[in-house]
């Protein structure tokens, strides 16, 4: 899988500001592109100019059409292109740390009115204000300009983005998502793993997911869950394969593909292994099982 952020910032042909963590980018997907695996460390935002793209997330799909945009969380998707016309979004990665700072200096001014519980899903919609719709069309402008902005202008335009959300009574949820940070230094494990164990990402990758060095991870990984995480990725991977075995009709080479298995070989081992049995005798059987017995 790609990691977007690394992508975007390592590669020169991206239209970007880079400012330390900050990273902006007017984003163009190629049209020959189909299907593109992601992953980032970093929460991000989209703002889609034009074209539609669907997000594919391990708790739900969503779609995003021009005028749009979407918060996602740290974490996997799969990105899915449609062919019907050019894609362009504006893209804005977001770091914690940013974000808590934004939130405890404006903590006194921010409204203490209960706010709904941030939800769990991989994502956002951001309801459209008037101050967003400003703030992006400034943003495409200096896309399109000549000239770089500097780099003090740059964080105050994402600082503006942050605070239009935190006080817009258009995005409560979001709004609750960003205040969360100002009680945590961290993002809570069990959230990140149980929305992206079932993806092809290393104990590095989940470790950066996390904001955790490896070792920390691991040592975290065990006091919470009492096993490493190794043995816990492999658990949860073939239990889901079990459930898709069991509820669908995808194929044994989907099913390793949607579980977040490197190659078949390996899935079957495991598999079987675990359960006693290869993944087409237990589709078999489960087959068998469910059906009506005759009177």
């Known amino acids: 899988?790609?990691?977007?952020?690394?992508?975007?910032?390592?590669?020169?042909?991206?239209?970007?500001?880079?400012?330390?963590?900050?990273?902006?980018?007017?984003?163009?997907?190629?049209?020959?592109?189909?299907?593109?695996?992601?992953?980032?460390?970093?929460?991000y935002l989209v703002h889609v100019v034009?074209?539609?793209?669907?997000?594919?997330?391990?708790?739900?799909?969503?779609?995003?059409?021009?005028?749009?945009?979407?918060?996602?969380k740290k974490g996997a998707a799969f990105v899915e292109q449609f062919f019907d016309a050019e894609f362009c979004l504006l893209l804005f990665f977001i770091p914690d740390d940013f974000v808590r700072d934004i939130v405890k200096e404006f903590a006194g001014e921010l409204s203490r009115s209960s706010l709904p519980v941030h939800p769990q899903e991989s994502?956002?919609?951001?309801?459209?204000?008037?101050?967003?719709?400003?703030?992006?069309?400034?943003?495409?402008?200096?896309?399109?300009?000549?000239?770089?902005?500097?780099?003090?202008l740059l964080k105050l335009k994402l600082k503006e983005l942050i605070v239009s959300?935190?006080?817009s009574r258009s995005n409560p949820a979001l709004s609750s998502y960003f205040r969360s940070f100002?009680?945590?230094?961290?993002?809570a494990l069990s959230e990140i793993m149980e929305a992206n164990f079932r993806y092809n990402l290393s104990l590095e990758n989940f470790a950066e997911l996390c904001h955790r060095s490896l070792s920390s991870f691991k040592r975290?990984?065990?006091?919470?869950?009492?096993e490493s995480p190794g043995k816990w990725l492999q658990k949860k991977r073939l239990e889901y394969a079990a459930m898709l075995l069991r509820s669908g009709d995808l194929s044994i080479s989907q099913i390793v593909f949607?579980?977040?298995?490197?190659?078949l070989s390996h899935f079957c081992r495991a598999f079987k292994d675990k359960f006693g049995v290869s993944p087409t005798q237990f589709r078999a059987k489960s087959v068998a099982e469910s059906e009506p017995v005759k009177q």
């Open 1 to 43: 899988m790609v990691n977007l952020y690394e992508d975007i910032r390592t590669k020169k042909h991206y239209n970007k500001f880079e400012i330390g963590g900050l990273l902006f980018a007017e984003y163009t997907c190629p049209i020959e592109t189909k299907s593109l695996g992601i992953w980032t460390h970093t929460d």
């Open 50 to 72: 034009s074209g539609k793209k669907t997000w594919h997330t391990a708790n739900g799909s969503w779609i995003a059409e021009a005028g749009q945009t979407l918060f996602f």
């Open 123 to 152: 994502a956002i919609r951001v309801n459209p204000d008037a101050a967003l719709s400003i703030y992006f069309q400034s943003m495409l402008a200096y896309f399109s300009g000549v000239e770089k902005p500097s780099e003090t």
């Open 165 to 167: 959300i935190l006080v």
């Open 182 to 187: 100002a009680s945590s230094d961290a993002p």
């Open 220 to 226: 975290d990984f065990v006091k919470h869950y009492q």
């Open 258 to 263: 949607e579980s977040g298995f490197k190659d």
